[in-house]
């Protein structure tokens, strides 16, 4: 990205998705450590040349939704010798992974309790396996912030390079429902689903 004003679009690959089960819980063990490691921390320099950080870093959340738009943080922790330039691409390489998971996640989550309580049986892991080679297109994200911090640690000395991105809660929606059709379009059982799903919504419309 030559700008933080540029829009990217993303082609999310499977390799993403694999991490259903355990993705959310080794994003948040990856945060907590960064957060618990700062007692044992001398900083050196960082981007704002001060030693505190940015507001936008305060939270420990995947992502955080505020003003209709979601905000992703992406994560990368290496040596000293790393070159800046890739440290921070490796952090904007990471905020894809948590979109991708998140996508994933939520894709999941709603297609396993719309097919409660119907013929149609829908098997986690056969969802599970489909998300694996799923393709999820998302436009409209921008790259907001950048934040890097030279620190000993435990007397080596390491760099954290930080990323900020915005998508718009619209703009995720129509990945994920689009991921939703990828996975139809594959699965007769899901698109039975689906279409059960906006029956019962028509049904509901025209009783009202």
């Known amino acids: 990205m030559n700008s933080t004003q540029q829009n990217v679009s993303i082609r999310i690959a499977a390799a993403s998705l694999v991490l259903l089960t355990m993705g959310c819980s ?9 957060q618990e490691s700062l007692s044992r921390r001398v900083v050196i320099e960082n981007s704002m040349g001060t030693t505190a950080r940015p507001d936008w ?20 922790s290496g040596q000293a010798s790393s070159r800046l330039s890739t440290c921070y691409r490796l952090a904007e390489a990471d905020i894809q992974v948590r979109m991708a998971q998140e996508i994933s996640h939520r894709v999941k989550s709603e297609l396993l309790q719309m097919a409660e ?29 950048r934040f890097y911090e030279r620190a000993l640690v435990n007397g080596a000395e390491r760099v954290d390079c930080f990323a ?43 009783q009202q």
Request: glycine residues 4%; proline residues 2%; charged residues 30%.
């Open 26 to 34: 080794s994003l948040k063990t990856r945060d907590s450590a960064v």
């Open 57 to 76: 870093l305060q939270t420990t959340t995947i992502f955080e939704e505020k003003d209709s738009n979601l905000f992703f943080t992406g994560i990368f």
């Open 117 to 145: 309580g119907m013929s149609e049986q829908l098997e986690p892991a056969v969802l599970d396996s489909l998300l694996v080679e799923a393709k999820a297109q998302i436009d409209g994200l921008r790259l907001t912030d």
């Open 164 to 206: 900020r991105a915005r998508i718009s809660l619209g703009d995720f929606m129509r990945a994920k429902q689009g991921l939703t059709r990828s996975l139809a379009d594959q699965r007769p059982e899901i698109q039975a689903i689906l279409n059960a799903r906006q029956k019962d919504f028509a049904q509901k419309d025209e």
